[in-house]
Structure formats: structure tokens, C-alpha cells
């Protein structure tokens, strides 16, 4: 009788054992496709961030060399820029998205000040500098704020209300 019910305690040791393994194994792969995602929705924001700061400086130099130019200057010269970059690596280089970008932003409201264009700096310096290696590291959620933040007060320096450019703005 005994042998009974130690049959039974091992059996059920053996489910508990392989019930541990098998939930690690599927929070492991859970983890990291909850990871995966999460780190794409953010590269996704302070990519379009970078790219925005990164667009309005080149747009402010355009503007600067040649003011009766304004987007399709800045365009042509990322577009430059990228071909340059890219030679010997890619046949086709990818096209420009500046005039994308800002498609019916009035280039004639922007209005380019030192301190603006000091934010926009700050905010490309945030992105490179943003910790993709520790995203443990409990700063990260403060930088992207601080990065956000930047971005709210460079569109109000440059005179700009962007509705619909990019979802999930906390604006």
C-alpha cells in the first residue's frame, strides 16, 4: 500500500518538474516576443523623432543657402547626402523622405531660431545616446520622456501642429 502512494507523490514530483520546465521555455519565448515588439515600437518613435529633428536642421540650412528654395532644396541635398552614403553599397539608393515628412507643412511658418535649432541638436544627441544595450536599466522610460518632451517643445519653437504624422503621440 505504501508503494501506492509513493507512486503517486513521485508522479505528481515528476508533473511539477516538468510543468517548471515547460512554463520557463514559454515565458522565455513570450519574454521575447514581447520584447521584440516593444523594441521596435520604440527604435519606431525615436527613429521618427531623430528623423524629424534631423529633416527640420537640413530644411533650416536649405533655407538659410537659398530661402526661396526651402523643401525641394532640402530634399535634393538628403537625397545627395544618401546617394554619397551609399555608394558601392546598394545599385539604388533610397529615396528621399523629407518632402514626405513634412507633405503640406507651410515651409513659409517655420520659424528657425537659435534655441530651436539647439533643441532639435538635443534631440538627434538624445536618440544616439539612448541605451539599446541595458533596456533594464529603469533611466531608459526617463529618456524616452525627456526625448518626447524635446520633441513637444521643438514643434512648438518651429510654429508646427503635427496631427496624423505619427500615431500613439502622447501629445
Given at each position: 500500500?505504501?508503494?501506492?502512494?509513493d507512486?503517486?507523490?513521485?508522479?505528481r514530483?515528476?508533473g511539477?518538474?516538468?510543468?517548471?520546465?515547460a512554463?520557463?521555455?514559454?515565458?522565455?519565448?513570450?519574454g521575447?516576443?514581447?520584447?521584440?515588439?516593444?523594441?521596435?515600437?520604440?527604435g519606431?518613435?525615436?527613429?521618427y523623432?531623430a528623423?524629424?529633428a534631423q529633416?527640420?536642421?537640413?530644411?533650416d540650412?536649405?533655407?538659410?543657402?537659398a530661402?526661396e528654395?526651402?523643401?525641394?532644396?532640402?530634399?535634393?541635398?538628403?537625397q545627395q547626402q544618401?546617394?554619397?552614403?551609399?555608394?558601392g553599397k546598394?545599385?539604388?539608393?533610397?529615396?528621399?523622405d523629407v518632402?514626405?515628412?513634412?507633405?503640406?507643412v507651410?515651409?513659409?511658418?517655420l520659424h528657425?531660431?537659435?534655441r530651436g535649432?539647439?533643441?532639435?541638436?538635443?534631440?538627434i544627441?538624445?536618440v544616439?545616446?539612448?541605451?539599446i544595450?541595458?533596456?533594464?536599466?529603469?533611466?531608459?522610460?526617463?529618456?524616452?520622456?525627456?526625448?518626447?518632451?524635446?520633441?513637444?517643445?521643438?514643434?512648438?519653437?518651429?510654429g508646427?501642429?503635427?496631427?496624423?504624422?505619427q500615431?500613439?503621440l502622447?501629445?
Amino acid at each position: 500500500w505504501d508503494s501506492i502512494v509513493d507512486v503517486e507523490a513521485s508522479w505528481r514530483q515528476e508533473g511539477e518538474r516538468d510543468g517548471a520546465v515547460a512554463g520557463e521555455q514559454q515565458g522565455r519565448e513570450q519574454g521575447r516576443v514581447i520584447g521584440l515588439d516593444k523594441g521596435h515600437e520604440i527604435g519606431h518613435e525615436l527613429g521618427y523623432y531623430a528623423g524629424c529633428a534631423q529633416a527640420w536642421l537640413q530644411i533650416d540650412s536649405a533655407q538659410q543657402s537659398a530661402p526661396e528654395a526651402g523643401i525641394e532644396t532640402a530634399a535634393r541635398e538628403q537625397q545627395q547626402q544618401e546617394e554619397e552614403e551609399e555608394e558601392g553599397k546598394a545599385a539604388n539608393p533610397a529615396p528621399s523622405d523629407v518632402a514626405g515628412l513634412l507633405k503640406g507643412v507651410d515651409m513659409q511658418r517655420l520659424h528657425f531660431t537659435d534655441r530651436g535649432r539647439k533643441t532639435l541638436h538635443q534631440i538627434i544627441e538624445l536618440v544616439d545616446s539612448f541605451p539599446i544595450e541595458d533596456v533594464t536599466n529603469p533611466e531608459v522610460s526617463d529618456r524616452i520622456d525627456k526625448i518626447r518632451s524635446k520633441f513637444k517643445v521643438a514643434v512648438s519653437q518651429l510654429g508646427l501642429v503635427l496631427e496624423g504624422h505619427q500615431q500613439g503621440l502622447n501629445f
